[in-house]
Each structure stands twice: as structure tokens, then as C-alpha cells.
């Protein structure tokens, strides 16, 4: 619900086949990058890494074993304001 948005995806050099899934969504969305890590380099070098190429005023993160509820950043946003 909150349109302001940029997804950075981190691939730390993940073995299995979310590639391809993350390669359809990155054709569909402006607002979704992907970054590659040839090797594992870990998260907290690759949270490093997307906060580096981040653009917005506020960062949030989101793990592969996460949910985010619908509105979770439109709610978020308006508390920090």
C-alpha cells in the first residue's frame, strides 16, 4: 500500500533456482534491483552492500524466512513521521 518503495535483492550466491523467480519480477518492476554476490560473502556484507546502492530515507529489512504484512511500510512511515 506505501508506493514510495525500492526492493534490493542481495543473491549471496544462493545455489537454488529464486533466480529465476527474482530475474521475472526485475522485468516487471523499475522499483526492484537485484545485486549479485559471486561468493557467500554473508549477511552482514551483503545488508552493507544494499544499504550502500539504497536511495531512500529509510531502510527496512526483510529476510528470506520473513512475511511483511500488506500494509507494514505504509504503517511504518506514518510512525516515523
Known amino acids: 500500500t506505501y508506493g514510495n518503495w525500492e526492493l534490493i535483492i542481495i543473491n549471496d550466491a544462493c545455489p537454488d ?11 516487471n518492476s523499475s522499483q526492484i534491483v537485484k545485486i549479485d554476490n559471486k561468493t557467500n560473502e554473508g549477511v552482514a ?3 552493507n552492500k544494499g ?31
Do not use: P
Not at 533456482?17 to 522485468?27: A, D, G, P, R, V
Open 45 to 47: 556484507k551483503s545488508r
Open 17 to 27: 533456482n529464486s533466480c529465476k523467480y527474482i530475474n521475472e519480477l526485475i522485468k
Open 51 to 81: 544499504i550502500a546502492y539504497a536511495t531512500g530515507e529509510v531502510i527496512a529489512f526483510l529476510d528470506s524466512d520473513d512475511y511483511w504484512h500488506q500494509e507494514k511500510l505504509s504503517l511504518q512511515v506514518a510512525k516515523l513521521k
